[in-house]
Structures are given as C-alpha cells and as structure tokens.
Nanobody
Framework: QVQLVESGGGLVQPGGSLRLSCAASGTIVTIGTMAWYRQAPEKQRELVAR???????TYADSLKGRFSISRDNAKKTVYLQMNSLKPEDTAVYYC?????????????????WGQGTQVTVSS
C-alpha cells in the first residue's frame, strides 16, 4: 500500500520551533515534487512550501524566512522546519507528493495526500 505518513506535530509556545516529517512508503519507484499544505479552522487549505525532485523550493510569501522545506530521497522523506511559530500558524499540516509506483507490475503516477498532523501554537 502506497501512502504518506506525517509526524512531528504537537503543541508549541509562540516563538518555538517544530520539525514535521512525512515519509512515503510502499512500492514507490520515483518521488517527484513534494509539498506541505496547511488548513486552519474555517479556512481553505493553502500551500506552505514545495520542493521539486531537484530540490528547487517555493514558499508561501508570508512564511519565507521562518519555514524551511527539505527532502531526503534515500529515506523517501520530506521535512518542514518551522521556526518563530505564531498562533496564526495553528493548523492541520498535510503532506503532498507526486508518486510513481508499481501496482501489480504496472507503473502508475498519482498525487497522494497524507492524513495530516495537528500543529497548535499557544501559550
């Protein structure tokens, strides 16, 4: 079963840091672009950061300088380092990835989402 599993969320005080991880598992052949999105209560899901297979990165303008995305292709994992966290960063953070995988001997391409991990910034 091909899936993305996030970890690293939790409760942190304003000004603190968290590092999210998202590991891909299953019969994966290639991992393309990976990204983090977030969704706050009663708001639309928004892009946080994106990293291509060649590690070219894109960030939401409002998060540049505080958040950093990286990936470890050998571990099939993408990370999101979040610093100087603010209460408005509170949201469910979702991992997203373009995966090429083996499905019964056939190669398939599909965009996958993780289940989400809660990040709460509060004193």
């Amino acid at each position: 079963q091909v899936q993305l599993v996030e970890s690293g969320g939790g409760l942190v005080q304003p000004g603190g840091s968290l590092r999210l991880s998202c590991a891909a598992s299953g019969t994966i052949v290639t991992i393309g672009t990976m990204a983090w999105y977030r969704q706050a209560p009663e708001k639309q899901r928004e892009l946080v950061a994106r990293i291509t297979i060649r590690s070219s990165t894109t960030y939401a303008d409002s998060l540049k300088g505080r958040f950093s995305i990286s990936r470890d292709n050998a571990k099939k994992t993408v990370y999101l380092q979040m610093n100087s966290l603010k209460p408005e960063d509170t949201a469910v953070y979702y991992c997203n990835a373009d995966l090429r995988y083996d499905s019964g001997g056939y190669l398939r391409n599909k965009n996958f989402w993780g289940q989400g991990t809660q990040v709460t910034v509060s004193s």
